[in-house]
Each structure stands twice: as C-alpha cells, then as structure tokens.
C-alpha cells in the first residue's frame, strides 16, 4: 500500500495496527467519561469540570490520530520475520 500517496479518507478506511486500536478505545473512553461529566445534571467542583474537559480534548486528539495510523506493508513482513526467526 503507498502510504504518500492516499487521502484522508482511504488513510482513515486503510487496517489499523493494534497498538494504535488500543489508544482508539482508550480515547473514545477519555472523551465518553468527560462528556458524562460535563453534562451532568449535578452541581461539580469547577476543578472536575476542567479536568473533565482536558479529558475530552485529550481523549478526541488521542482518537483522531489514532484512527489516521495505517498499518503498511512493511510492518506485515517485519511481523513475519518476527515469527520466522521465533524458535
């Protein structure tokens, strides 16, 4: 696959490699329990609600990039060697 060549949308459809689902899920978290905290209906210390917005920040930049990483073709063969070389 030629990384240089694609465009946001076939980079964001392109395989994802696992390290990078993991922060996904970790950020889509970040981003779900800052917005619950946000919008509740209850009276929160402003320290918690500055917290819970960093989090939503973090938590949406952490899943963009994440989404934008694309495994490529070397990192197929770099996983094969691995297991090739494996006794």
Do not use: C, H
């Amino acid at each position: 696959m030629k990384s240089n060549s694609l465009n946001l949308v076939e980079r964001v459809k392109a395989p994802t490699p696992k390290w990078f689902k993991i922060i996904r899920t970790i950020g889509i978290t970040l981003t779900a329990v800052g917005g619950a905290i946000l919008a509740a209906p209850v009276a929160i210390p402003a320290t918690i609600v500055t917290i819970a917005g960093y989090a939503m920040l973090g938590g949406t930049v952490a899943t963009a990039i994440a989404q934008t990483a694309m495994q490529t073709d070397n990192d197929e063969e770099t996983k094969a060697n691995e297991n090739f070389n494996e006794p």
